[in-house]
């Protein structure tokens, strides 16, 4: 089993930055897509950003666009999502997740089209 473990969340001031880090173990990850998720307390998980392995193509939710940029270090076996201009209404649990087939075409957006996740950092943004 693949295993995630995200870190770097905190306590953040509106308009402030922080960067994301999601360490996975194994040895080959290039079949892989890996995706940001966040959920706040009784929302329902919502997807942030993907990017594949290999090539390295993304994606982002629209509300993130030109403020979040997901990015990963093949090295180290790490998936970062670095933050920006950060709003309270940002604030949740977020999550890593691997979805080891990106090219079977399940959407991307979707929590049930990823295999495994990491336990969440929590992210709390004050006003």
């Known amino acids: 089993q693949v295993q995630l473990v995200e870190s770097g969340g905190g306590l953040v001031q509106a308009g402030g930055s922080l960067r994301l880090s999601c360490a996975a173990s194994?040895?080959?990850?290039?079949?892989?897509?890996m995706g940001w998720f966040r959920q706040a307390p009784g929302k329902e998980r919502e997807f942030v950003a993907a990017?594949?392995?290999?090539?390295?193509?993304?994606y982002y939710a629209d509300s993130v666009k030109g403020r979040f940029t997901i990015s990963r270090d093949k090295a180290k076996n790490t998936v970062y999502l670095q933050m920006n201009s950060l709003k309270p209404e940002e604030t949740a649990v977020y999550y890593c997740?691997?979805?080891?087939?990106?090219?079977?075409?399940?959407?991307?957006?979707?929590?049930?089209?990823?295999?495994?996740w990491g336990q969440g950092t929590q992210v709390t943004v004050s006003s």
């Open positions: 194994g040895r080959n990850f290039d079949t892989y897509r």
């Open positions: 990017i594949t392995w290999n090539a390295g193509t993304t």
């Open positions: 997740a691997a979805d080891r087939l990106w090219f079977s075409r399940s959407s991307v957006v979707s929590t049930a089209t990823y295999d495994y």
